[in-house]
């Protein structure tokens, strides 16, 4: 009974053991797979930040030719997702491309779009909304 008992203890340690080498294995390959065809996302705060310090961004707005002409981010591409391609997209020029919509459903989709091409994309977490809600300035 004893012996029985041990022997389970070891196994289930080994179990955990095993468990905790794929978690990391896991780990390692989310690692891995951000270095070519990711998609990441950024807050409204620190995209602003970002433009603000000069770093070079593409900014893509997914909307429609109508909600772009509403309002949208100073210097954004309007490319509306019905029509979005990576194949087509402007050279960036080196810079890294930042996607945004109305609320970041649409952002999403094209930026998945965009790593399934291999490109990398990062995606504005909520949108046009979001920056506007944190007192962003819009251009028209």
Do not use: K
């Amino acid at each position: 009974m004893q012996r029985a008992l041990i022997a389970g203890l070891a196994a289930a340690s080994l179990a955990a053991c095993s468990a905790d080498a794929r978690d990391a294995a896991d780990a390692d390959a989310d690692a891995i797979a951000t270095f070519s065809g990711s998609v990441l996302e950024i807050g409204p705060g620190a995209l602003a930040a970002r433009i603000e310090a000069g770093e070079a961004i593409q900014l893509i707005d997914v909307r429609s030719p109508e909600e772009f002409a509403e309002g949208h981010l100073e210097g954004a591409i309007n490319i509306p997702l019905d029509s979005f391609d990576p194949a087509t997209l402007p050279d960036p020029a080196g810079a890294e491309r930042v996607l945004y919509c109305r609320s970041d459903r649409r952002s999403g989709l094209a930026a998945d779009r965009l790593a399934q091409s291999g490109a990398d994309a990062v995606h504005m977490d909520g949108g046009i909304l979001a920056w506007m809600d944190a007192g962003l300035p819009t251009a028209e």
